[in-house]
Nanobody
Framework: QVQLVESGGGLVQPGGSLRLSCAAS????????MGWYRQALGKQRELVAG???????KYADSVRGRFAISRDSAKNTVYLQMSRLKLEDTALYYC??????????????WGQGTQVTDSS
């Protein structure tokens, strides 16, 4: 069973930085895509950033230029570096991993989430 364990969340001041980590229980290259989602209170879960196996990245418009997704294959870990944080970045952040490519069979895995909160 695939496990994704997030860490790095916490309180942060506006304009501050934080780095989230997602440690996978197997090689990150076993997944077609890995990424970060977030869910703010009362809102739907949304994609923040994603990276496919080839290293191509995708960002939500709201975080482009402020957040960066990266990976360390030796540690089976994906990171989300968040900079110039805003109040609206407050949310529960989830790591996501997906195998398979639609329309073929797809499996998705989620971490338990790590909270990022604006401290103002």
């Amino acid at each position: 069973q695939v496990q994704l364990v997030e860490s790095g969340g916490g309180l942060v001041q506006p304009g501050g930085s934080l780095r989230l980590s997602c440690a996978a229980s197997e090689s990150i290259f076993s997944f077609n895509v890995m990424g970060w989602y977030r869910q703010a209170l009362g809102k739907q879960r949304e994609l923040v950033a994603g990276m496919n196996r080839e290293g191509r990245t995708k960002y939500a418009d709201s975080v482009r230029g402020r957040f960066a997704i990266s990976r360390d294959s030796a540690k089976n870990t994906v990171y989300l570096q968040m900079s110039r944080l805003k109040l609206e970045d407050t949310a529960l952040y989830y790591c996501n991993a997906r195998t398979g490519v639609p329309p073929g069979p797809v499996s998705e895995y989620w971490g338990q989430g790590t909270q990022v909160t604006d401290s103002s």
